[in-house]
């Protein structure tokens, strides 16, 4: 995965000079985890350069580039860093066509490692995304496949809209065979990752993996799980998932994040009202507890797992 | 020791002890030191122009406000020099990035004021074309647009763009930590980005020595490496001079700066306050006397700049621009609602698709049920 | 409500000198709503003062005075000046308990006067609950009707632990025959404030009386609907809005805030999840479209309204 | 012209040119005007005693860290003078609020290591007691801790209470709106404040002179209304002798100040980073010559105060604080997972009786499993 963006990046620059990449160490150091690597090295400090240590100014700087012209695709270093340029996204970056009544356009990609599972000190595990789902103007996506990985995020820096990429930090290191370029599906569109038939897993990000591994581990039971990874939470492709409850008539929705008020709300309110008469239970909800993101040796106990959806599956089917 | 050699007089970092003045406050005019003025007659005139028609747009929105025809405006009153000659420095390629309060630099750089005015109408978000007129949207949220102006600037210098931008924030928006950061990219990315503060000594109720203990704000810069100035902002002559040097260093590839232009604020904080609450008449009274239009008008008159014949001129020009903002706004309806879908993304959701079609049946039975 | 508000901060500060407030505009002026008025002159520059212009300086300053052992309340003089804050709320005052494994305890009061429909200027009229309802460590309320405006804050006040309290702007004006002190149910409580059958309509904050409004509307159609005031987003009281779902077996919740990834969404959740087989419908949702908020003139076609609310209900009806 | 008068003499705002040095690069002891030192032999020792205390249990936690008992590190390795001669300058109720590099602050300031050490090995979010110990939860995100300080202060000040906060942050962090706010928030307020900034020339990979064109850090107190002090951090007389200027004026009401102490990280920024691409051998080389440690030797030789049994002493002192940490970090086991519900609210919502109870399930099915 952190090869298919490092790829992806080099490519994206390759092919269009307004794009351009900053942030805290991006340049020299190649990012904290080598995402950006030899960017600097390959098309100079007026293409990838390191900023002053300040998250609001990262995306405020990235605004006004965007208006001047470039296409900035900047770092937050991690999720937890994130907060303090809450402001710039929401009232700013996410608004500004609609401001402007359309006249400005800003196409700026904010890249977002985020979630748990490595065991990271506090405020590195963190998965913000609802707090951005609920911010019209912008697009959030998260892939939880390399090739995706990819083509996701050439497509978010291609967009004119800017989109908040959250990349899953625990799945760089997730192999797949895909040949580079790839193009696969565009943002807004879910992608049935598995088929089935007894229930359907919903998640995104580094919840897609998981997933599988319980549907994979869900077939001893007997179940056949469809999983489906969402890939674009805003836009939300509500055709897929409502098709894929309409065959299975059970649904359960995944994510890292608390539970409470997260995107898994969304998933589930929109399922009810799409697909009522489908559903033969209501749909689950697995994540995190309503706590905040534990310390490093506690993580396991706090984030779902392949038990904890078989769990949710089982208590569905029960219904 | 290793450490960064420091400049040879330290104390050159240091703004000078007193603000720039070429008005004194008789109108007499002294040219100062490293301030030089390059202005024609042509120039005087046109920046007492932009003053006066400045002055009249700002009534007329408060006399709209006052008729339940905008739903708040913030007055420029008396901050007319500050904005009109920073704003004068400027060339066509440059961009502004404006707080609320910048009528008088919008009209220095030939946006329609109707245009602002709606967004204080609410008929839509904002009005004018920030791509046209390189002014960007009026901004709201304190000391924000600061950073936007120095990510134009850092994109204009990375391409190699000859282009100064000026962002206009007030005293108070320097507490925000956005201005700072602000300052400290356009610094060391050494953006041609000039931060021009109106120092109108108030942040809604609150005092400039409840904002902060600097000993002005022209101080701030040393903390970015950068020369701070401060001006009189009463004082267009002095307004205009500093910020010509300021863009003309900038434009030089020598950096951003900070300008404070001490001035003061003679009306309510938006028509929604109420200073009388905060503020006295006797200190009111005091800035009154510094009124920024006599003061250039005495200058004019003096130098024979300023008679009847071009009086009228402006009053006829000013009148034509209060008319047309009466006739833009007055009663001006909204927009067609199905428009707010229009601009959020290129390419809406699905969504959006549903939405609409809920507004269209709303609006179809308000339509019967009328 | 204004006036309850500001009573109950006399009182507060009366009741207990560690009680201290402070913001932007509070001082002298008594805040742009006037909620803070009187405070200063009656208790003194040191109880009640003036900050610079600095939201997030404003949160983390009262993180330390609170650890020092004040109790403040301070204010964000809107809801679209809550966002510069997000860092210190999100990151320090609702984790600081967690982080020192309960050692340290931060009774702060973020009062928020948030929502539309008074023809404000952009920025001041968002409602950002939805923000604040996923973070962990945080309390959540907001009032619709005054005595609980009074009630809930000096609740909010006294509480350990921090609160953002969202006072409903547009409720200022609105009145309410009530002796204060008054005590009304605690935070994690929601009330009933109409009985009915046919449906039940939850909100909070302003949309309180728009849902009273509505249910008596709903009488020429024959429905008697139920209202149900949430006010306290988190905690939430499942246990209320389940027993009323039981009954009416239809629900419709209804805010300003745009529905995707709304605060609804969790509400729907709930109630799918825990009184499946009671809901003859889907939960619906009313709110704001999913656009940032419109300018002023526009803001009545966004906002939810009696006839978009019985709307709902009709859909519900006749699912 | 209505400005606020400016000092006598403007330079005075600025800091000196050269740092306060008080040991030279060869150990030799000049004392400097203006910043006496007011330690008796027992202090030279404990100054000494801190930093070598330091310095082991840093080595400690690295290995700890090696041997996969800690998740990630930040060393102190180079800056135990600043972080002592800091910290020593506090009194007994005075509070210090620092970030996650403050290893030696803490000892000095009685938190026991291993606490500190939870942390990095993920038992707990943090371990030690704030309120017992005065001393603040490391703060990860960069500068927000800044704040607290700042309101720590603010309390101590209207409650009228005589107590210094003294607040350690990076030099990257000076780039963060929250420094500023918190700079200015404890200006305005007189509040008993030391920004302590400690220089190490780098923010992760990110070297000095990208984060800042401010001559030093410490001239950005100017923008602040406040002192702005420089010291040779490797210096731990030097550092503490600022410290306790800064110290006792803001006990004296005098308000609050920065301090920049110039030091070097000699390690990598954590153990999860590798600093060969962002620097050099021979930039490293040149500061390890300059090592704090060594220069307060030589000095204290030739003073007569430390011989082979104090140092005996010490060593032994350091040998049991690392096997303290050892013996209580080894194969630590995490507490109970059920603890997750504990802390998040005095009073916690029903739900969480539901979450308590699925946790149980989980760990009891494990159990089961197991
Ligand atoms: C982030 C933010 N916080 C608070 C406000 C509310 N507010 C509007 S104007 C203002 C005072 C601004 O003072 P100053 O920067 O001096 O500009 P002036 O209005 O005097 O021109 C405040 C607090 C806001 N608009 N944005
Ligand atoms: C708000 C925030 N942004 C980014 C980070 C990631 N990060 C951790 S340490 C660091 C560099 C800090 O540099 P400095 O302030 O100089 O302190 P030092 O590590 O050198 O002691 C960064 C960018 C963070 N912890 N918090
Ligand atoms: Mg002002
Ligand atoms: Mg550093």
Known sequence: MAQALNTALHDAMGAD??????????????????????????????????????????????????????????????????????EQIVSHLAKMRNRSRGRVQLPVVIRIPFGGGIGAVEHHSESPEAYFTHVAGLKVVSPGIPSDGYSLLRESIASPDPVLFF??????????????????????????????????????????????????????????????????????????????????????VVHEAQVFSGFGAEVAAQVAERAFYSLEAPVLRVGGFDIPYPAAKLEEFHLPDVDRILDAVDRSLAF | MVTAPLPPDPAALLPPPEPVQVLDDSGTLH??????????????????????????????????????????????????????????ALDEQDWVFPS???????????????????????????????????????????????????????????????????????????????????????????????????????AISVPL?????????????????????????ND??????????????????????????????????????????????????RWKARDPIARFETFLTAEGLLDDVFRAEIDEEAKAYAARIRAELYDAPHGDPLELFEHVYVDPPASYAEQREQLRRELAANEAGA
């Open chain 2, 31 to 88: 040219e100062v030191d490293g301030f030089p003025l390059d202005l024609k007659d042509e120039d005087f005139r046109n920046l007492y122009r932009y003053m006066v028609l400045a002055r009249r747009v700002d009534k007329q929105a408060i006399n709209l406000q006052r008729q339940g025809q905008l739903g708040v405006y913030a007055s420029l009153l008396g901050q007319e020099a500050a904005q009109v000659g920073g704003a004068y």
């Open chain 1, 167 to 252: 990349e899953p930090k625990r799945r760089y290191w997730l192999k797949e065979d895909a040949d580079l370029p790839v193009t696969t599906e565009p943002i807004g569109t879910a992608v049935v990752r598995r088929q089935g038939t007894t229930a359907t897993l919903f998640a995104y990000g580094p919840m897609v993996r998981t997933c599988l591994e319980a549907a994979q581990a869900g077939e001893s039971e007997g179940w056949e799980l469809e999983v489906v990874d969402l890939r674009s939470l805003n836009p939300f492709d509500a055709e897929t998932v409502v098709a894929s409850v309409r065959k299975t008539g059970h649904a359960v």
């Open chain 2, 236 to 285: 267009v002559l002095a307004s205009y001079a500093v910020a010509r040097k300021a863009v003309d260093r900038a434009r030089a590839g020598e950096g951003p700066c900070l300008i404070e232009a001490v001035t003061y604020r003679m009306e309510a904080h938006t028509t929604a306050d109420d200073p009388t609450r905060y503020r006295t008449p006797e200190e009111l009274a």
């Open chain 2, 100 to 202: 609320y309060r910048e009528m008088g630099a919008a009209l220095v750089r030939g946006v329609d004021p109707s245009a602002i005015l709606h967004l204080f109408r609410g008929t839509w978000l904002s009005d004018h074309d920030p791509m046209a007129t390189h002014f960007g949207l009026l901004s709201i949220p304190i000391a924000t647009q600061a950073l936007h102006a120095a990510g134009y600037a850092m994109g204009a210098k990375l391409d190699g763009k000859d282009l100064v931008v000026m962002s206009y924030f007030g005293d108070g928006a320097t507490s925000e930590g956005d201005a700072h950061e602000a300052m400290n990219f356009a610094a060391v990315y050494d953006a041609p980005c000039v931060f021009f503060v109106q120092n109108n000594q108030y």
């Open chain 1, 17 to 86: 000079d307004r794009v351009v990449v900053f942030g805290e160490d991006v340049g020299k150091l190649g990012g904290v985890f080598r995402i950006t690597d030899k960017l600097q090295q390959r098309f100079g400090e007026k293409r990838c350069f390191d900023t002053p240590l300040a998250e609001s100014g990262i995306v405020g700087s990235a605004i006004g580039m965007a208006l001047y012209g470039f296409k900035p695709v900047v770092e937050m270093q991690f999720d937890g860093f994130t907060y303090p340029a809450f």
């Open chain 2, 209 to 233: 020595s409840k904002q902060t203990k600097a000993p002005t704000i022209a101080h701030k810069a040393v903390g970015y490496g950068m020369p701070g100035y401060r001006c009189d902002g």
